[in-house]
C-alpha cells in the first residue's frame, strides 16, 4: 500500500504534466485545480500526522523580539533628534497609503470581498486578480493573505511574499508591515507533507524532483531572513503610522540585535505608538525609564508607563508594575497590589507572572498558600521553558515542602535545567549521577555534567571533574586535564582544590606535571586559611621532603592544628612521630604522647590507629600489657578490612592471646587477610591447609597459597615450596607470628 507521501509525489507530478503554470508569480491566477485540491488534503494530513510550529504564521500574527533578549546598555544621550525618523531609510520610491489616490472599491475587489466572506476562496481569488491587475493594492494585499493562509490555493508564504510586495510598493500599509516581519523571522515550508514528498522525490530523482517543485513554487518554499530588507519595510509601515510596526521598531533599536542600538531612535518610535494607545510600546517606555536607557533612571516615570500598558491588558506590564509594587521602585510597597497583578499575568499565561505568583502561593506571603496552584503556575511557566520556575519544580520536589520527597522527580526538572544551561543544575545532575539519587547512577554521565558546568565557570564542578580525571573515575585518568581543572578551581579559592592540586604536583611522575615548588606553595596558601586537610597536606609534604629535620617543629604544629579539628589521619601520624618512626633527632620518642593521640585517632575510626594501639597493649610497651584491651583494638580494626590486624587476629586465635583458642576462627581470619595480599597470613593459612588445622585438609590450595606468599619474596614461603614433596609441612616450622 502506497504511503501519504508517495501518493502526494505522484499527484504532485500529475500536475506538473497537467499544468501550464508561470515561474513567478504574475497576473496569472492560480486556483486549486482537482488535483491540486487532493495534494493539499493529502499534505494536511501529513501534517496532522507529523505536527510542526508554523513560525511564519506566528510571524505574520505577531511579530515581537523575547524579552529574554535584552541586554540594556547605558548611553549618556538624553533627549532623541528631532529628525530622529529620517534616521531610518525606507525603500526608495514607495508612496505612502495617503498619497494614494482611491476611489471607490473596484467591482472586482467587492466582489471578491463577497465571495470570501461566503468561503468562496476560489472565485474570491480569480476577481482579486482582475482587480490586482488594475492597480488596486488592496486586492494584491488580499491575494497574498489567501497564499499566506492556504485559502483557495496551495498554501505558501513565498508566493504571499510577492503579492505583499506589490502592494507593499503601492503603499499598503498592513502589506508593508507584514512584509517587514516575515523578512524579519524568516518562514520555513508550512507544510511537512511537502518536505516529506520533495525528500522522497529526491531520493528517486533529485533533479526532476527540484524542477517540480520549481514548477509548482517558482518563488521556492521557504522565505531566508532577510534584516535589511525587514527593516526598511517595517520602517515605511512605522512612518506611514501603523502603531505595530513603530513598536516592533523601537524594540529593534532598543536592543540592537537587528539593527545599531539606538536607545533615542527607540523612544522616539515608542512615543509615536504609545501616542496610538499600543500596549508593547508603553511597556518598552517603561524599561527605557526603569533602565536608564538614554536617559536618566526613573523609577517613577517607569512605573506610569507600565501602569499605563497593565492598563490595556498587557501581560509583560503586569509583572513590571506587580515587581515595581513588590520592590518599592517607583511606587509604595504593596505586596496586595503585585500579587494581584502578578495573578493577572499568570492568568494571561505570562512566564513571569506564573512564576512570581507561584513563588507567593508556596510561600503564603501576598498570597494564600496553596501548593497545588504554586505547581500548577510553576509548570505552565517551566512548559514555556522558564528557567526559574524549572529549578523551583526541582527544588520543591527534592525538598518535599508540603509534599513526600521525590527525587526522581526533581531529577528529571534538574536534568531539564541542565539542558537549557544552567550550570548550577549541571552541577546538580552530575551529583545525582555520582550518588544515584533519583537517577541511576552513572560516573560516566556524572563526569558529562560537572565538565558542562565547570566549563560555565563553576567552581565545584571544576573540582569535582579534576578529581574524576586525577582518578580516572567516568573518564580516562589523565594527570594534565586533572591539573588544569584544579587551577581552574583553586583560582576561585576553592581551599580544597589547592590542597589536591598540590598533591598531584608534588607525588606526579618526574615525566608528567611534577612541580613540587608550586606544589609546595600551594599547600602554604591553603594552609594560611585554616584549613585542616591543608594543614595535614603540607605536613605529610615536610615529613617526606629532604629538609624533615630543619621543619620538624612546622611539621608538628601544622599535624596538631590538624588533628585538634578533628583530622584521624593528623592524630596517627603524631603517634608515629612520638613513637619514633621518622627518627627525627630533635624529637624525642615519648610513648605517652604516642598512645594519646593513637588513641585519639582510634577512637575516631582510623584502623591503622587501632591496629598500633592494640599492638602495644599486647606488647605491653608504655603501657601495662593488656591481651583483652589488645584484642578488642585489633578486632575493631580487623573488621574494617585491615590485613595486618587480621593476620593478627588469626594468631591470637590459634595461641589463646587474649581470645578463646580457636582454630576455625584463625583459619577465616587468615583467610581474609591472605585474600588482601598479605604475605604472612598466605604462608600461616598454608601450613594449616596442608595440616588440616581447624579445617579439613587441602594440599593442592596450601601449594597455591605458599606460591603466592613466595611471589611476595616471604623467604619461609619459598623455602616451604622447595621442600613440598607430598608430605606434610614440617611442624617445626608451625605458626609464624609477626
Known amino acids: 500500500m502506497s504511503s501519504t507521501s508517495d501518493i502526494v509525489a505522484k499527484m504532485r507530478l500529475s500536475l506538473v504534466e497537467k499544468s501550464h503554470l508561470p515561474t513567478k508569480v504574475s497576473e496569472h491566477s492560480r486556483p486549486l485545480t482537482k488535483v491540486s485540491q487532493q495534494i493539499l488534503s493529502l499534505a494536511k494530513v501529513a501534517e496532522r500526522k507529523s505536527p510542526v510550529t508554523n513560525n511564519a504564521e506566528q510571524g505574520l500574527r505577531f511579530a515581537k523580539i523575547s524579552e529574554a533578549q535584552q541586554q540594556p546598555m547605558k548611553v549618556a544621550e538624553k533627549v532623541p533628534p528631532k529628525d530622529s525618523s529620517e534616521q531610518i531609510k525606507a525603500p526608495p520610491s514607495i508612496p505612502s497609503q495617503n498619497q494614494i489616490m482611491r476611489g471607490e472599491k473596484s467591482d472586482h475587489l467587492r466582489s471578491g470581498i463577497v465571495a470570501y466572506e461566503g468561503q468562496h476562496y476560489v472565485k474570491a481569488l480569480a476577481e482579486w486578480k482582475k482587480a490586482a491587475a488594475e492597480g488596486e493594492v488592496e486586492a494584491q494585499y488580499r491575494i497574498g493573505l489567501l497564499y499566506a493562509r492556504g485559502e483557495g490555493v496551495i498554501q505558501s508564504i513565498p508566493d504571499a511574499v510577492a503579492w505583499y510586495e506589490r502592494a507593499a510598493k503601492g503603499g499598503h500599509v498592513e502589506a508593508q508591515f507584514k512584509l517587514g516581519t516575515i ?7 508550512l507544510s511537512s507533507g511537502l518536505d516529506n514528498w520533495f525528500k522522497s522525490a529526491s531520493h528517486h530523482n533529485g533533479e526532476t524532483a527540484q524542477r517540480n517543485l520549481n514548477t509548482l513554487f517558482p518563488n521556492g518554499i521557504s522565505v531566508e531572513r532577510d534584516l535589511d530588507a525587514a527593516l526598511s519595510w517595517i520602517a515605511a509601515a512605522a512612518k506611514n503610522g501603523k502603531a505595530e510596526a513603530q513598536s516592533l521598531l523601537g524594540d529593534m533599536y532598543r536592543r ?3 539593527t545599531a542600538q539606538d536607545y533615542n531612535a527607540a523612544r522616539h518610535w515608542y512615543l509615536l505608538a504609545a501616542q496610538q494607545g499600543n500596549a508593547s510600546a508603553l511597556f518598552g517606555l517603561g524599561d527605557i525609564y526603569y533602565r536608564g536607557l538614554g536617559v536618566d533612571v526613573d523609577h517613577r ?36 497590589k503585585a500579587a494581584r497583578l502578578f495573578v493577572q499575568a499568570a492568568e494571561l499565561g505570562e512566564a513571569r507572572g506564573l512564576y512570581q505568583a507561584a513563588l507567593m502561593h508556596l510561600s503564603g506571603d501576598g498570597l494564600p498558600e496553596d501548593l497545588d496552584r504554586a505547581e500548577t503556575y510553576l509548570r505552565k511557566a517551566a512548559k514555556q521553558n522558564y528557567l526559574p520556575a524549572i529549578i523551583s519544580l526541582g527544588k520543591l520536589y527534592a525538598r518535599g515542602k508540603g509534599v513526600e520527597p521525590d527525587l526522581r522527580e526533581a531529577a528529571s526538572w534538574y536534568q531539564r535545567a541542565a539542558e537549557l ?18 537517577v541511576a547512577g552513572s560516573l560516566g554521565k556524572s563526569a558529562k555534567w560537572f565538565l558542562r558546568a565547570a566549563e560555565q565557570g563553576h567552581g565545584t564542578a571544576a573540582h569535582n571533574i579534576a578529581a574524576y580525571y586525577a582518578t580516572g573515575r567516568g573518564v580516562a585518568r589523565d ?6 581543572w584544579y587551577k581552574k578551581a583553586a583560582a576561585q579559592g576553592i581551599t580544597a582544590s589547592q590542597v589536591q592540586l598540590g598533591k598531584l604536583l608534588y607525588s606526579a611522575a618526574e615525566d ?34 629532604e629538609k624533615l629535620e630543619h621543619n620538624a617543629k612546622r611539621t ?41 593521640w593513637y588513641t585519639k585517632a582510634a577512637e575516631a575510626g582510623n584502623v591503622e590507629a587501632q591496629y598500633n594501639l592494640g599492638m602495644l597493649h599486647l606488647r605491653g610497651e608504655g603501657v601495662l600489657a593488656d591481651l583483652v584491651a589488645a584484642a578488642n583494638w585489633i578486632e575493631k580494626a580487623a573488621h574494617n578490612d585491615h590485613a595486618a590486624s587480621q593476620f593478627q587476629l588469626g594468631v591470637m ?47 593442592k590450595k596450601a601449594y597455591l597459597w605458599l606460591q603466592r606468599a613466595a611471589d611476595q619474596g616471604l623467604e619461609a614461603a619459598e623455602t616451604a615450596l622447595r621442600e613440598f614433596d607430598g608430605s606434610d609441612l614440617t611442624t617445626e616450622r608451625g605458626v609464624t607470628e609477626r
Open 421 to 438: 544551561g544552567d550550570a548550577e543544575s549541571q552541577f546538580i545532575v552530575g551529583h545525582l549521577f555520582a550518588t544515584g539519587a533519583g
Open 479 to 484: 594527570e594534565a586535564k586533572a591539573v588544569e
Open 653 to 699: 586465635h590459634c595461641t589463646g592471646q587474649g581470645v578463646p583458642q580457636d582454630l576455625p576462627k584463625a583459619i577465616a581470619w587468615y583467610e581474609l587477610a591472605a585474600q588482601l595480599g598479605y604475605p604472612l597470613a598466605q604462608y600461616n593459612l598454608a601450613v594449616m591447609l596442608s595440616k588440616g588445622q581447624g579445617c579439613g585438609l587441602d594440599r
Open 256 to 258: 540592537g540585535h537587528d
Open 183 to 189: 523578512y524579519l523571522n524568516g518562514a520555513k515550508s
Open 512 to 545: 608528567g606535571p611534577r612541580d613540587r615548588q608550586l606544589a609546595a606553595d600551594l599547600l602554604k596558601k591553603a594552609a594560611e586559611t585554616g584549613d585542616r586537610e591543608a594543614n595535614f597536606a603540607l605536613a605529610i609534604l615536610y615529613l617526606n621532603g
Open 301 to 336: 516615570a517607569a512605573a506610569d508607563w507600565y501602569e499605563k500598558a497593565s492598563n490595556k491588558g498587557d501581560a509583560r506590564g503586569h509583572v513590571a508594575l506587580g515587581s515595581i509594587y513588590l520592590t518599592g521602585r517607583g511606587r509604595e510597597n504593596n505586596r496586595e
Open 556 to 596: 608538628i604544629e601544622l599535624l596538631r592544628k590538624s588533628a585538634e579539628a578533628g583530622h584521624t589521619g593528623a592524630a596517627l601520624q603524631l603517634g608515629h612521630i612520638y613513637m619514633g618512626k621518622y627518627r627525627i633527632d630533635s624529637v624525642k620518642v615519648e610513648i605517652n604522647d604516642a598512645i594519646r
